[in-house]
């Protein structure tokens, strides 16, 4: 069946970086795009980017350019969110969820905590 | 402020209809075909309901529509349930290729 699998759960410190892996199976990964969504505790769903599979060509929220990063590898059916100089506010649930229907990831908790 | 507007919460008795909306308050969504609409219980991964406006995934059952007039989109359920009670997100593409969620509606079935 189609899914996506995410990688676990992260603790870093404010300032380091985090990479999040999300390997899809079931479908052709080029043929859908993937994009990220993050829920800080106690709030609701903000989108960060998409992804591209198959060029690997990407679009981000203006909030996050410069600080997020996504990219793909096509042999191993995985889109990758690089985030860097974490803060504390960066605390949250992180999910890929594959365009236009889904499914979503489990999702992956990453805390910025010193 | 969030380019798309949702009422913080809406209830409603069992059996009864209720609706939320979601008004893009930019341009950059508002004329937008591509409107979807997710339901997150808690601690749940969200669960699509409605995409491209009015369209169903299959396995959605039907009590769930979506309609969309000038800015604002609508999801309506009808025959309300107890299980129907949760968190209900708003997302809109943007001309830039992005999208955005809305903020988010408690729902909550009296």
Known sequence: ??????SGAEVKKPGASVKVSCKASGYTFSSYAIYWVRQAPGQGLEWLGIINPGSGGTRYTQKFQGRVTMTRN????TVYLDMSSLRPEDTAIYYCAREPLGPWGQGTLVTISS | QSALTQPASVSGSPGQSITISC??????VADSKYVSWYQQHPGKVPRLLIYEVSNRPSGVSDRFSGSKSGNTASLT???LLPEDEADYYCKSNTIGGTSVFGPGTAVTVL
């Open chain 1, 1 to 6: 069946q189609v899914q996506l699998v995410q």
């Open chain 1, 74 to 77: 096509t042999s191993t059916a």
């Open chain 2, 23 to 28: 008004t893009a308050t930019i341009s950059d």
């Open chain 2, 77 to 79: 359920i009808s025959g």
